[in-house]
T-cell receptor, first 112, second 112 residues
């Protein structure tokens, strides 16, 4: 059984640019949640996708957007990057918005 | 965003010692989860708790769901070097978006 995978592993962008991060959910999981983890802190919920629809959103501005595809993989898009967007972006998948979320290895984004 | 309070913030222990850490919230959760995160990796699920008062074990790990539903505890018995890492608690209320609200983390270091 394949776990949650994310790409790319690392990314360096310039302030004002746009970025797309990708996530493949664990086999049999139809829900994907995205989290932002700043250095030294716990992950913060960005949003969740269930059956290709946004299913809840944390306290993040609209320049953070996402998609979920029919195979349940997902993308996180961030427009107009700011220095504070530098963080580890984590994707987690789960079965039908159930309790247990399983995380991928994350994408480390650095904005200069 | 909201973060749950974890204590201690960090701890140094000797191999073979038992470890206790806790997590408190100002609001109620109906599920508590404990994760371990190694540097540069995503959190790994250790234990999930679904019922107030529940005590659940996973090998040398034992976790409890507090009676008030506002706290949870994690114990590690007979620590070994690979227990090193950051331990996060996470509270969850299943519903429209079963987001995880994470704690501030407890950094565990084990000396030989």
């Amino acid at each position: 059984e394949t776990g949650v995978t994310q790409s790319p592993t690392h990314l360096i962008k310039t302030r004002g640019q746009q970025v797309t991060l990708r996530c493949s959910s664990q086999s049999g999981h139809n829900t994907v949640s995205w989290y932002q983890q700043a250095l030294g802190q716990g992950p913060q919920f960005i949003f969740q996708y269930y059956r290709e629809e946004e299913n809840g959103r944390g306290n993040f501005p609209p320049r953070f957007s996402g998609l979920q595809f029919p195979n349940y993989s997902s993308e996180l898009n961030v427009n107009a990057l700011e220095l504070d967007d530098s963080a580890l972006y984590l994707c987690a998948s789960s079965v039908d918005r159930a309790h247990e979320q399983y995380f991928g290895p994350g994408t480390r984004l650095t904005v200069t | 965003g909201q973060q749950l309070n974890q204590s201690p913030q960090s701890m140094f222990i000797q191999e073979g010692e038992d470890v206790s850490m806790n997590c408190t919230s100002s609001s109620i959760f109906n599920t508590w989860l404990w994760y371990k995160q190694d540097p540069g990796e995503g959190p790994v699920l250790l234990i999930a708790l679904y019922k107030a008062g529940e005590l659940t074990s996973n090998g040398r790990l034992t976790a409890q769901f507090g009676i008030t539903r506002k706290d949870s505890f994690l114990n590690i018995s007979a620590s070994i070097p690979s227990d090193v890492g950051i331990y996060f608690c996470a509270g969850q209320n299943t519903g429209t978006a079963s987001k995880l609200t994470f704690g501030t983390g407890t950094r565990l270091q084990v000396t030989l």
